[in-house]
Every structure is written in structure tokens, then in C-alpha cells.
């Protein structure tokens, strides 16, 4: 079984539309990372988020913590091809910080002009 | 900014034959390095963590005689695909973080192996 399950896998949408990127987990942790990839490129970290019921705003991408840090959810308002990636979330399970993050399975964005 | 090299970005082989991939840190030092690897159209996966001066952890189903790490400098760590086969063909990418409390992990660019 996977620690981050992320949902959908998959999304392809128009230009100017929302969505909303889902990354679910059983576990509790002590912070999550959001990042962006693009074919043939490592990852790119676009926020970390440490406290339970944060919000962190990134331009027209939203990003939520969940309450008891088990979950987090990323909005994109007025989507553009430029948001085209693969976004991850990932999680360092160990509580004293190894930095062997894990990461979710992943969702594939296609935003078509 | 802190940044990750990786090198080549791109590499094809022959089957059995072995092949280096170098990931430096250019602008901080960093103890500890990670690789992983990751399929098409599929997450990254931890492979193992390489630590300056000692031995790499390798992660549970990673040989580590087929995945040699070397981490001999505080800037560059090696992964080393011994006798590869069509199989490892894959997209490996490392990471590293500077040795500073609360610092990021920066990820290379990753190197695409292909093995004919």
C-alpha cells in the first residue's frame, strides 16, 4: 500500500478551469511538501506546509494542510498550459527529520489551451 | 540559489555494460545525498541515501552491489549501474541539502538511462 495516495491520477482540462489535486494518507506528519515536474526535469518544490489547517497561497495555486496533518489538497485557480506537470506531494516519515522523503503517487496535469 | 547538477543528463548502453551518473552540489556542501528513481509516467521511489565518508543505506528491494554510491566529497556523490539490462532503464534523479538547519532538499535534473 502506498503512504500518499494522491487523486486523480490523471486530469486533463481547458484553460480557465479550476481543479483541485488531493493527497490522502493514514498517517500523521509533521509537515508535506508540494512540488512540480515537468518532463525530463527533476522536481521543484513549490511550498511546504508544517501546521495542521495552514493555507499557503502561491499565486493562483492554493495549498491546504489538513487538520490533523494527515492530508492536503492543492487548488488551481484559472488553470493555463503553463501548469502543465506532473505535481507530488512527499513526506519525510520519520519524525527526526532524515530527509528521506517519500513521495505520492503523483498526478499528471494537462491544461489545454 | 542552491543548486543540484546531474550528469550526463542522458545516457544510452549496451546491456552488461556499466555506467556512472554524477550528481554534484554547486553551491553548498551536503553530508548526505539521496537517489531515486523513478518509471514513466509513475512517482519517484527512493533507492538509497549516500552519506559523505560511509557506507550508503540502500531502501528495502534495492541491490546495492548493482547500485554502487559513492559519496567521496562533500559535493559529489556517484551512482553506479553495474551490468546493466534493459530494465534499469529508467529516469534516476538525486537530491541533496545544504548542511544548514531547516534547509531544503534540491533535486538535479535527473538522467534518463536507456539500455539496449
Known amino acids: 500500500t502506498q503512504l500518499l495516495e494522491q487523486s486523480p491520477q490523471f486530469l486533463s482540462i481547458q484553460e480557465g478551469e479550476n481543479l483541485t489535486v488531493y493527497c490522502n494518507s493514514s498517517s500523521v506528519f509533521s509537515s508535506l511538501q508540494w512540488y512540480r515536474q515537468e518532463p525530463g526535469e527533476g522536481p521543484v518544490l513549490l511550498v511546504t506546509?508544517?501546521?495542521?489547517?495552514e493555507v499557503k497561497k502561491l499565486k493562483r495555486l492554493t495549498f491546504q494542510f489538513g487538520d490533523a496533518r494527515k492530508d492536503s489538497s492543492l487548488h488551481i485557480t484559472a488553470a493555463q498550459p503553463g501548469d502543465t506537470g506532473l505535481y507530488l506531494c512527499?513526506?519525510?516519515?520519520?519524525?527526526?527529520?532524515?530527509?528521506?522523503?517519500?513521495f505520492g503517487t503523483g498526478t499528471r496535469l494537462k491544461v489545454l489551451a | 540559489g542552491a543548486v543540484v547538477s546531474q550528469h550526463p543528463s542522458w545516457v544510452i548502453c549496451k546491456s552488461g555494460t556499466s555506467v556512472k551518473i554524477e550528481c554534484r552540489s554547486l553551491d553548498f556542501q551536503a553530508t548526505t545525498m539521496f537517489w531515486y528513481r523513478q518509471f514513466p509516467k509513475q512517482s519517484l521511489m527512493l533507492m538509497a541515501t549516500s552519506n559523505e565518508g560511509s557506507k550508503a543505506t540502500y531502501e528495502q528491494g534495492v541491490e546495492k552491489d548493482k547500485f554502487l554510491i559513492n559519496h567521496a566529497s562533500l559535493t559529489l556523490s556517484t551512482l553506479t549501474v553495474t551490468s546493466a539490462h534493459p530494465e534499469d532503464s529508467s529516469f534516476y534523479i538525486c537530491?541533496?541539502?545544504?548542511?544548514?538547519?531547516?534547509?531544503?532538499?534540491?533535486f538535479g535534473n535527473g538522467t534518463r538511462l536507456t539500455v539496449t
Open positions: 512527499a513526506v519525510d516519515p520519520a519524525t527526526s527529520g532524515t530527509y528521506k522523503y517519500i
Open positions: 537530491s541533496a541539502r545544504a548542511l544548514t538547519a531547516d534547509s531544503p532538499l534540491h
Open positions: 506546509v508544517v501546521t495542521g489547517g
